[in-house]
C-alpha cells in the first residue's frame, strides 16, 4: 500500500524560509513522477512545482519561480519542497503526490497523479 506522508508545514513570517518534506512509502521509489500542489479554501488544488526522474527536470507555478525548489532525495524515498521569501499569498495546505511507473515526464496537473499526502498546512503572517 502506497502512502506518501508530509511534513514541514507551519507559521512563519513573511520572509521567511520552510522545507516541506514527503516520504513515500510502499513501493520501490523509481520512475516516480513527484510533484507538489496546495490549496487555499474555496479553491481548486494549485500546481506549485514537479520535477522528473529521469534528468531531475523541474517546472515551476510562475508564482512560486525563484523562490521555491523542489528536490528528491532517492535513497531515502523522499522529496522535499524548500520554500524562500514566503508571502502571505503562499498559505494554503500543500500536498505532495507521486506517479509511478513515469520516468521521463514532469506532471503539472492532479488528475496525472495516482497518489497523494494528507497534506500539510503553511500559514504565512504578514
Known amino acids: 500500500q502506497v502512502q506518501l506522508v508530509e511534513s514541514g508545514g507551519g507559521l512563519v513570517q513573511a520572509g521567511g524560509s520552510l522545507r516541506l518534506s514527503c516520504v513515500v512509502s510502499g513501493r520501490p521509489f523509481s520512475s516516480v513522477a513527484v510533484g507538489w500542489f496546495r490549496r487555499v479554501p474555496a479553491k481548486d488544488r494549485e500546481f506549485v512545482a514537479a520535477i522528473s526522474w529521469i534528468g531531475g527536470t523541474t517546472n515551476y507555478a510562475d508564482s512560486v519561480q525563484c523562490r521555491f525548489s523542489i528536490s528528491r532525495g532517492n535513497a531515502k524515498g523522499t522529496m522535499y519542497l524548500q520554500m524562500n521569501s514566503l508571502k502571505p499569498e503562499d498559505t494554503a495546505v500543500y500536498y505532495c503526490?507521486?506517479?509511478?511507473?513515469?520516468?521521463?515526464?514532469?506532471?503539472?496537473?492532479?488528475?496525472?497523479?495516482?497518489?497523494w499526502g494528507q497534506g500539510t498546512q503553511v500559514t504565512v503572517s504578514s
Open positions: 503526490a507521486a506517479k509511478f511507473n513515469e520516468p521521463m515526464r514532469i506532471l503539472s496537473t492532479p488528475d496525472e497523479y495516482g497518489y
